[in-house]
């Protein structure tokens, strides 16, 4: 169970005053509903983080908010709004220490204390150094009380695309794969539809539907020839920005990514220079190269540049490698059907290593089924050391179009200030 710590200000040479008892269990009941809120946010506010607030009085909710989109209102702006004159004297839960800068939006912390809201519950502190300790600090000045770490393990886990954003400068990066039981991604003729089952597609359109951008790399685009669209149930869901690694320039102009039926955009990572005419709502992003391929670190780059703050690996098996390679990889996930092929493609392009000592480990695998097939999710590398597989030795560019980057934590204060949120 998380700490909750509580604490007040006081004026010099005035007694501490002791802080107004709270009830433990009220408080993580009133924290899970402020993460509901802000789970409506996911990606939808990039470059900003998802945050929920909710205004409780006398017991009872009076007002909910979430952040929608940047540059607009702030998840406890929403809620304050919402309850108007009732905040005084309000609690406010929030799953994110409030701001204390102006950016698009004045500070929250100072319209919290404006609003008269009596204490406020915080899950997660804010990463971000222009915000970090300074909301918190403006409240306590101000006499409001405040409670920290509630429930801090599921607000730093709802946050935790966000949080890897401000302190590496890149993308946090889920890779995805559906794969038989023998991990293959297609048969010996190519043929993948349908690796998985109708639930666990469903269940890639709403992972879609949460992250920035997806990638694939030129191979599967020829052969799959997909969409990259996220297709709910109504017609709802929000596409995310598509990336295509394409080092030569050499894709056909036929394909779907470069027709996309959606707002979105779709963006040609590249090294080449040579120029080449698409039709509206495709982008060329130039990019460093090694060798014949991508620098997916350049590449990394230039996306969080763009404000890109999650980004979802789809394939195929080379760029799968190229990122592993790299120690570019965040969090895995792997659908597995109850199939077996016995030939066909691997998920996993390069001879791999050569020890069982030097395989990469998952941390925190969690394992369910979906329909008929199990899903496993883990995550990769440890705090300032990447988790890395060898490449293939004298791999060529064979379309996928990626080469493995340099891990390395870039963060600048330019970067930081043109995050509106916090």
Partial sequence: ???????????????????????????????????????????????????????????????????ARAGGPHAEVVALRAAG??????????????CNHWGKTPPCSLALIQAGVRRVFVGSR????????????????????VVTDVLRDACDALGAHWFHYIRSGRPFVTLKAAITLDGKIATRTGDSRWVTGEAARGEVHRLRDRVDAVLVGAGTARSDDPFLTTRLPGGRGRDPIRVVLDTRLTLPLSLKLFHPQSPALTLVATGSGRRRRFGPGVEILSCRTQGERIDLEDLLRKLAERGVTHLL???????????????LVDQVVLHIAPKLLGGGKDWLGGDGP?????????????????GEDLVVTG????????????????????????APGRARPRRTTRNLMAISRR
């Fill in 313 to 327: 690996v789809e394939g195929g098996a080379e760029v799968h490698q190229s990122f592993l390679s790299a120690g």
């Fill in 1 to 67: 169970m998380s700490r909750i710590r509580a604490s007040t200000s006081r004026r010099p040479g005035s007694r501490r005053p002791s802080p107004v008892p709270f009830d433990r269990a009220a408080a993580e009941f009133f924290m899970r509903l402020a993460l509901r809120e802000a789970s409506k946010g996911l990606g939808r506010t990039s470059p900003n983080p998802a945050v929920g607030a909710v205004l409780v009085k006398n017991g009872r909710v009076i007002a909910r908010g979430h952040h």
């Fill in 126 to 145: 804010d990463p971000n150094p222009l915000v970090n300790g300074r909301g918190l600090g403006r409240l306590r000045r101000a006499g409001v009380e």
């Fill in 379 to 402: 995550t990769l590398g440890t705090p300032g050391r990447a988790a890395r597989l060898s490449p293939k030795a004298g791999a060529s560019d064979t379309g996928d179009g990626s």
């Fill in 85 to 98: 004159t009732r905040a005084a004297g309000a609690d406010l839960y929030t799953t994110l220490e409030p």
């Fill in 354 to 370: 050569a020890r069982m000592a030097d395989a990469l480990r998952l941390g925190g695998v969690e394992l369910r089924r979906t």
